[in-house]
């Protein structure tokens, strides 16, 4: 590995890039220079790993707005929704453990989850956006999420907004609180989404993912973030999806605006990320992620799963009866066990066995079995606008054209 030790002049003053390059990725890195260069980043990291072997490591910027202090190598930040790929890891584990049956109903495991109507939906039509529980009627607010048994009885209440398993619309908060619900009564310990990460993902300390970030980690490990429209990227959206988000009767209104945030950078507060918010709330280093999912890409037998679990997280995504557009984000979309699979506005990976999720701002991690890789991408400067950032995608499409290179 070489070691990276490099500046870049930025429209705001000179930033300090480091890490670890392979020899043969030598263009990710000058990827990452140019996405700083011209000024779309504050602080980032970028990692990945081919067949087990870290091949990209590589971090800088500034972790604070007020660029005083710098992004080191064990700097963590808030990965919004690519929190929802590790509580489908660890959901992947308990079903290789044989506590968790995707093709169960929920209610078989969570009794309560009955009512509303929704006694046949099953943990696979859940965890492909299926259910229609895509927004639950009671208002979240840091203490009502914090109070597990209120929140799990409204959860159970819910009423479906449609019939499952004929659409898809995107559950962005509310499908890691069923998750939570799920894997608690699942798993033999009782354990959390937030536990199972730390103890079955984590490795060995320090530990760099964290859902239920504990008080015990300093503030200087996590970089704050802010947050800017790309008003280049919502421009390309489809008219629908556009006039959805200024809607505020929409259902991505709905979806969107509960819990009700002054500005999406408070779920980087201390009083947001100690909870366990298993949808959008996980705190991690890219190299942790990226690790994570190198295990999964490529079946590594360090984590105990029977080859079963991997082919039904490479199998395609079952499309729902009415078609593959997602009513709550108005685009075509793919999802399977928890994870985004490749699709027209997330076109990642080298074929449809790739699988993983992106973030909103532009974080974003997943596995390729194709080519053995996990890669992972975190800034704090997020830019809203399409799932699949433009920074992301310069920086994910030059590591394969390395790997293509070397292979």
């Known amino acids: ?13 000179e930033v300090e890039l480091y890490g ?9 890195l000058d990827i990452f220079r140019e996405n700083f260069r011209e000024g779309r980043e504050i602080g980032a990291a970028c990692s990945a790993y081919v067949n087990g072997e870290r091949v990209v490591d590589i971090w800088g910027g500034w972790r604070c707005l007020n660029r005083q202090k710098s992004w080191d190598e064990d ?18 584990l308990l079903h290789s453990d044989g506590h968790l ?22 943990v696979r039509q859940l965890l492909a956006h299926q259910a229609g529980l895509a927004a639950v009627d009671v208002t979240l607010t840091p203490e009502s999420m914090a109070d597990r048994e209120i929140l799990e009885d409204a959860l159970a209440k819910q009423v479906p907004l449609w019939t499952p398993g004929t659409r898809h619309g995107y559950h962005a908060t509310t499908l890691g609180f069923y998750q939570n619900a799920i894997v608690r009564r699942a798993d033999q310990h009782g354990r959390t989404v937030g536990e199972l990460v730390r103890d079955r993902l984590s490795g060995p300390p320090p530990k760099d993912m964290y859902i239920g970030l504990p008080d015990a980690i300093p503030d200087e490990r996590v970089a704050e973030i802010v947050v800017t429209p790309d008003w280049r990227a919502i ?19 709905r979806v969107a ?23 959008f709330g996980g705190v991690a280093t890219a190299r942790a992620l990226a690790l994570s999912y190198s295990l999964f890409a490529g079946r590594n037998p ?30 075509p979309t793919a999802y399977s066990l928890g994870f985004s699979k490749p699709g027209p506005f997330f076109n990642f990976g080298t074929d449809d066995r790739a699988y993983g999720t992106p973030g909103a701002g532009g974080s974003q991690a997943f596995a390729d079995p194709a080519t053995n890789l996990g890669f992972a991408y975190t800034p704090n400067n997020l830019r809203l606008g399409v799932l699949d950032d433009s920074r992301a995608r310069a920086l994910r499409e030059v590591t394969y054209q390395c790997i293509e290179k070397l292979s």
Request: aromatic content about 6%; proline content about 6%.
């Open 1 to 13: 590995m070489n070691i990276i030790q490099d500046s870049v002049a930025t429209p705001q003053g």
């Open 20 to 28: 670890h390059i392979a020899p043969g990725f030598e263009s990710v």
């Open 75 to 92: 700097t963590m930040v808030v990965v919004m929704s690519t929190t929802k790929g590790l509580s489908a890891l660890v959901m992947a």
């Open 101 to 122: 049956d995707f093709d169960r109903t929920v209610a078989s495991y969570w009794p309560e989850f009955a009512q509303g109507g929704k006694s046949s939906v099953t």
């Open 235 to 253: 421009r390309q959206l489809p008219l629908r999806t556009i006039l959805s988000s200024l809607n505020p009767r929409s259902l991505f209104h």
């Open 257 to 279: 605006g509960n819990p009700k945030l002054k500005n999406l950078s408070d779920v980087s507060t201390r009083k947001y990320l100690k909870l366990e918010l298993p949808s």
């Open 302 to 331: 360090i984590l105990h799963c029977a080859s079963e679990i991997f082919q039904q997280l490479e199998a395609a995504a079952i499309e729902p009866s009415c078609g593959d557009r997602d009513i709550v984000l108005g685009i």
